[in-house]
């Protein structure tokens, strides 16, 4: 089936209303500036991957005296501290937001090349995913606090064998910092390098196609409806960008 397309905001509401996921359970979304990336992470794309323990203890030894609260306690905490700093890591970041992944998939701020390209809208039952990956518990989405379902995923197991034949897994995170909670922020996780959409029979997942002339509308309605770039970065930064594009 072909995937269906989305040049509006009324466009998601009609597609998420047809399709929408028929048990009831959580719903994740992520939206991409080219539909032709695939749903795999930002560690997974590196040419020449360093142990994950390097990274993590690099960004942790310049980031933790910038840390007046909320310093991290574990390394799942580190690396999704580090996802929401453009770090390179196992994670892949979703929102409980349709409306947020569709701010991504138009994102204005994008590099040109890619605001001339269709963008895509993913939508993942986090759920059925992990069935398709066989955790314990049928359907179920753990805490990466919840060491019987995710310590194969830890960093010191990750280091010593990259794969070990483990699928992505969806895991519900802490929200301990402003961007995770603006954005509804959830993780996907990875072993190994098959992306998302590829894992098991593939029922877990689907996409919806933004045309490309069709970005810049749905930009200008999601400004309409009080989504911009201050509300998915509540930061100083956001505000003075707002500002300075305010008197172009």
């Not at 306690?73 to 994670?91: A, E, S």
Request: charged share 25%; proline share 5%; with cysteine.
């Amino acid at each position: 089936m072909a995937d269906k397309k989305i040049k509006c905001v009324a466009d998601l509401i009609k597609n998420l209303n047809v399709d929408k996921v028929q048990n009831g359970g959580a719903v994740w979304y992520r939206g991409h500036a080219d539909s032709s990336w695939k749903l795999e992470s930002a560690y997974e794309r590196l040419k020449k991957p360093p142990k994950e323990t390097s990274l993590v203890n690099e960004f942790r030894q310049n980031a933790n005296y910038l840390l007046d609260k909320h310093t991290p306690k574990t390394d799942f905490d580190w690396l999704i501290l580090m996802q929401h700093y453009g770090v390179p890591t196992r994670l892949l970041d979703w929102s409980e937001s349709p409306l947020v992944a569709l701010y991504f998939a138009v994102d204005p701020g994008e590099a040109k090349l890619n605001r001339k390209k269709e963008g895509a809208l993913w939508v993942l039952d986090p759920g059925k995913l992990n069935t398709n990956t066989n955790v314990k518990r049928d359907s179920y989405i753990p805490a990466f606090e919840e060491g019987d379902y995710m310590s194969d995923f830890e960093t010191i197991k990750f280091d010593m064998q990259n794969s070990a034949g483990l699928m992505p897994i969806a895991a519900i995170a802490t929200r301990n910092n402003p961007r995770i909670q603006a954005q509804l922020g959830a993780f996907t996780i990875s072993r190994s390098k098959t992306p998302i959409e590829e894992v098991g029979d593939r029922s877990h997942v689907r996409k919806y196609i933004i045309p490309a002339d069709s970005k810049s509308v749905i930009a200008e309605e999601l400004k309409l409806l009080g989504l911009g770039r201050f509300q998915i970065f509540p930061e100083l930064a956001s505000i003075g960008q707002k500002i300075r594009g305010s008197y172009r």
